[in-house]
């Protein structure tokens, strides 16, 4: 699709040579006067405009250009405005570019210059678009999906890499960690996205209703089917099946499972007659499924079928970084579910989360929140309206405190994990040996400590 531009001057002849050169790439607005150019852009919105700062031939003082400038970027700051002026309008086009125009050129005009400064304003309203979008969804996360922690940005970028193929893709993590939004997101980011989402948690169902559940009876089959039903998989077709809990799934259903991964067709149970199927398939699990594999519990053949692309989600007492910003988004959501005043938390109750080891995790978190909300009184909720009020939380607890506290199991983490190595844990920590030496001051740790326990391990 052309980017729209828009030139404004009062010399028609200009404006047609304009449009000669610029119509293959661009779609062309032209207007030539200070009221024709307020209307186009009103109406049309262009990224780009280039503007004369004299438009009025009867009086050349008049700069109808520098009021147009002043007006767009008012209604439109993102707009990339190049000014044309005549060659002893100089002060004037600074007065421009004061106001925020991107660029100005002085005339004569040299059409294939102003090609190329009209190529890198669109360009640069390209990006800003791109960044802008990003930020405006950052923060209500990336489709809905909270993380500013790197880990989750990782997860974030794998996602737009793997969501426009139809690979099948294992997705691990512990309970409550957000598997099913993951796969979600895979399904919203696809070119199936248009096409139904099935979600079917093999955990939940028992195991003899569980193969009619997913592929589906003829009527017959067995006493009580006095009807044809679809499975999963066929409602699924063309678009997503998520089976959380793929772990659980018996190793009758798993050599099902596999057949259709190899040739994309299916039985209905009590049937004969083969159903091909356009289905992606996304899986979850929050069992070691590399273990069950080799206790024989879970297929190799279909371990390695699904594990084509795996991702793991890390649980949120590794990624302490969003607790308070998933707080905070929950707190907004259930202040408007329940029709309540916008709650906040006060530095206690965020240090006191921070503090949290969190074994259910994202969703013990939207739990306590919901729970807060209904029944607290208060606009700043406490420790105690999270529940807290008994545990053994330091009485001294605050952000900073927390803070300091998750700064300092960091460290004691990675010098443990590289043996007292001081180089080795600065990098692992993504900060300079010097840093973490002086944290290791701050904190009065014993580096030797780590040693030693390095020499133990040989």
């Known amino acids: 699709m052309k980017s729209r531009i828009l030139l404004v001057d009062d010399e028609e002849s200009l404006l047609k040579q304009m449009r000669w050169a610029l119509d293959a790439d661009y779609e062309i607005l032209t207007a030539s006067t200070e009221a024709e150019a307020v209307a186009m852009f009103e109406s049309e919105h262009p990224p780009v405009v280039t503007v004369d700062l004299s438009l009025n031939k009867e009086n050349p003082s008049d700069l109808g250009g520098l009021r147009l400038v002043e007006r767009f970027l008012t209604e439109e700051p993102a707009t990339r405005v190049i000014v044309i002026t005549g060659n002893d309008d100089d002060a004037n086009a600074l007065r421009a570019v004061r106001l925020g125009a991107f660029d100005?050129?002085?005339?004569?005009?040299?059409?294939?210059?102003?090609?190329?400064?009209?190529?890198?304003?669109?360009?640069?309203?390209?990006?800003?678009?791109?960044?802008?979008?990003?930020?405006?969804?950052?923060?209500?996360?990336?489709?809905?999906?909270?993380?500013?922690?790197?880990?989750?940005?990782?997860?974030?970028?794998?996602?737009?890499?793997?969501a426009p193929s139809d690979i099948s893709v294992l997705i691990s993590g512990e309970s409550g960690t957000g598997k099913e939004m993951v796969a979600q997101a895979i399904h919203q980011l696809s070119p199936?996205?248009?096409?139904?989402?099935?979600?079917?948690?093999?955990?939940?169902?028992?195991?003899?209703?569980?193969?009619?559940?997913?592929?589906g009876y003829e009527k017959g089959a067995f006493t009580g089917a006095y009807a044809q039903k679809r499975g999963k998989f066929e409602l699924a077709h063309t678009g997503t099946l998520f089976l959380d809990e793929i772990g659980e799934l018996v190793p009758s259903l798993q050599v099902k499972l596999l057949r259709f991964l190899q040739d994309r067709k299916i039985?209905?149970?009590?049937?004969?007659?083969?159903?091909?199927?356009?289905?992606?398939?996304?899986?979850?699990?929050?069992?070691?499924l590399k273990k069950d594999m080799e206790n024989h519990v879970f297929r190799e053949d279909l371990y390695y079928r699904l594990k084509v692309v795996p991702v793991e989600i890390p649980p949120l007492r590794k990624r302490r970084?969003?607790?308070?910003?998933?707080?905070?988004?929950?707190?907004?959501?259930?202040?408007q579910e329940h029709h309540k005043p916008l709650m906040s938390l006060s530095s206690e109750a965020e240090g006191a989360l921070l503090l949290q080891s969190w074994p259910g995790n994202v969703r013990e978190l939207e739990n306590l929140i919901s729970r807060a909300v209904v029944l607290s009184m208060r606009p700043v909720l406490q420790t105690s309206d999270l529940g807290f009020g008994m545990d053994p939380v330091p009485s001294e607890v605050n952000l900073k405190f927390a803070k300091k506290a998750i700064e300092l199991d960091f460290v004691k983490k990675a010098l443990s994990k590289n043996k007292g190595i001081v180089?080795?844990?600065?990098?692992?920590?993504?900060?300079?040996?010097?840093?973490?030496?002086?944290?290791?001051?701050?904190?009065?740790?014993?580096?030797?400590?780590?040693?030693v326990n390095r020499a133990r391990a040989k």
């Not at 096409?195 to 003899?208: L, R, S």
């Not at 049937?271 to 699990?285: F, K, P």
């Open 192 to 215: 199936r996205k248009g096409n139904p989402f099935i979600a079917v948690n093999c955990g939940a169902i028992p195991e003899n209703l569980m193969e009619s559940e997913l592929f």
């Open 321 to 335: 970084e969003d607790i308070i910003a998933l707080a905070q988004y929950f707190l907004k959501k259930y202040c």
């Open 267 to 288: 039985e209905r149970v009590g049937g004969n007659q083969s159903l091909e199927l356009d289905v992606r398939i996304i899986a979850a699990t929050n069992r070691d």
């Open 423 to 451: 180089s080795r844990a600065a990098r692992e920590l993504g900060i300079s040996r010097v840093n973490l030496y002086e944290l290791i001051e701050k904190y009065s740790i014993q580096v030797q400590e780590y040693k």
């Open 104 to 162: 100005y050129y002085c005339k004569p005009i040299r059409l294939e210059e102003i090609k190329v400064m009209i190529q890198r304003a669109v360009h640069t309203h390209q990006i800003y678009r791109r960044l802008h979008s990003r930020s405006s969804t950052s923060a209500e996360g990336f489709q809905d999906i909270i993380g500013h922690s790197k880990s989750m940005q990782d997860i974030f970028k794998f996602i737009e890499r793997v």
